[in-house]
């Protein structure tokens, strides 16, 4: 019954290492949306869900950065190779439909030494 | 391109007197405009948008097409307005899902006692 769940809270990797981020979206919702927010910056669209497949994934900022989810509920954003550049909170948003309001989670904090 | 600028890192004000958060944007379709408030450790949240015409928590917000501004106003700041607050613009035509959002850097509001 709980809003959209993120995890880890917060994750600390070391450069070049892989890295798994988590969203368990509000149930029945069907779009699901990831978000990066870089210190003192607006949220940047980075994917977006409907269902199991991505309709729209033009916010990737290269091809390091992959998200699936395969039964169309919960996602996981994977970054390879990290850098310290990818250091940032990474938020998920679920939706009950297309134009619905957004529900947020409280992001993963990702911090790459 | 998109783009929505807001050009007030920090606003204050006392309790009590009126407030205004600007917003500008840039877009050369028709657009939709949010504004979403993050309280102090809690997640990022639906404010208001401007196809509702709606008055939240007394703040509203009004679409001015010739100056491409979205400016969020209250007349009497309270305590527990204190928050960030992001100006965003739904990104791509109508019909376009409206969890891809174009987020402004925010602004982030103090009011004091």
């Known amino acids: 019954g709980a809003g959209v769940s993120q995890t880890p809270s917060n994750k600390v990797t070391e450069k070049g290492k892989y890295v798994e981020l988590r969203c368990d979206p509000i149930?029945?919702?069907?779009?699901l949306y990831w978000y990066r927010q870089s210190l003192g910056q607006g949220p940047e669209f980075l994917i977006y869900?409907?269902?199991?497949?991505?309709?729209?994934d033009s916010g990737l900022p290269n091809d390091r950065f992959f998200a699936v989810r395969p039964e169309g509920s919960v996602s996981t954003l994977k970054i390879q190779r990290t850098e310290r550049g990818d250091s940032a909170v990474y938020l998920c948003?679920?939706?009950?439909?297309?134009?619905?309001?957004?529900?947020f989670g409280n992001g993963t904090r990702l911090t790459v030494t | 391109a998109q783009r929505v600028t807001q050009p007030e890192k920090l606003l204050s004000v006392f309790k009590g007197a009126p407030v205004e958060l600007k917003c500008n944007y840039s877009?050369?379709?028709?657009?939709?405009l949010f504004w979403y408030v993050q309280y102090s450790r809690q997640r990022l949240q639906l404010l208001l948008r401007?196809?509702s015409r709606e008055s939240i928590k007394g703040f509203t917000a009004d679409l001015n097409k010739g100056e491409t501004s979205f400016h969020l106003k209250k007349p009497f700041a309270q305590e527990e307005d204190s928050a960030m607050y992001y100006c965003?613009?739904?990104?791509?035509?109508?019909?376009?899902?409206?969890?891809?959002?174009?987020f402004g850097q925010g602004t982030i509001l103090t009011v004091h006692p």
């Open positions: 948003a679920s939706s009950l439909r297309d134009n619905s309001p957004l529900h």
């Open positions: 149930s029945g919702h069907t779009a």
């Open positions: 869900f409907q269902g199991t497949g991505a309709a729209d």
């Open positions: 877009y050369s379709g028709s657009p939709e």
């Open positions: 401007h196809i």
């Open positions: 965003a613009l739904l990104s791509g035509a109508g019909g376009t899902s409206y969890g891809k959002l174009t």
